[in-house]
């Protein structure tokens, strides 16, 4: 199992994971994304983990932790129901620490640890580890905000806004059109970069060499199309397969032949729709 497959199918997982966060069903999209993420995260940090022996402990920590905090969260331990009375409680605070403590704090650990490395392969690719560090670094901020956001809602929601930790404050209220969109930010920022790192590493992994004169076996064109059935994932994998330098030229040519008809499908369809609009 190299990098570059383990990185692929962390890319795959964590795009599933993405996705759920739209679905209107609450308890099922978050114990999809939980299931998803967590997985995609420990994947790719094994791929590291099997072939560069100066990230392992980093890597074991991360794993640990990241692995702690997906089990809880999908047990249900962390569900917390908020009212006035209990909102500093010690079970509210450690609920809520335990969030920071199993998810964005380890990653950031593992990334400083790569950026730290001094492997060729690690000091390659710095400046990628490093903005993937920023955004994770703004989903960590945005997600405490949103807490603070979320808290105040659900206060107000209970007839408590009258009494409430934020709104008889003077910033709160002038903040409040901002950060009320922090969990979105902070969704965006922290797939934008485990996306951003996964995919840099499938396309730039240099040790794999490909045979462009042995045929693709039947195996893999199985797997091809199976990926093509699921949809959202089979558009990202056409631009992965089209434009990645460590994939057999046939399928590289055929991919971007895909992206051809998709592109002159989406055209037609914007052009009938503008047709039959101006009819109307």
Known sequence: MNIKNTSLFAFILLVVSAISFWLPWWEVKWHLLTFFRITGIIIFIIGFLLHYDSIRIPAIITIIFIGIGGLLSLSGILDFSINFENIVNTRFLLTHLSYYLTDEIPLLFFLFALYKNKNDYFIKIKNLILITFILIAIAFFSTIIAQIVWIQETLAQQGLSDDNLFMTTWWF??????????????????FSGLLFI?????????????????PISVKEWVITFVIMSLPIINFVMLFVWAFSKNIHLSKANWAKAALIWVAIIMVLYFL???????ML
């Open 173 to 190: 209220p002038r903040i409040y059109p901002i950060i009320q969109h922090a969990r979105l930010l902070a969704h965006l920022s922290y």
């Open 198 to 214: 996964t995919m840099f590493t499938f396309l730039n992994d240099d040790k794999i060499e490909i045979e462009h004169s042995e």
């Open 272 to 278: 009938l729709f503008v047709i039959i609009g101006s």
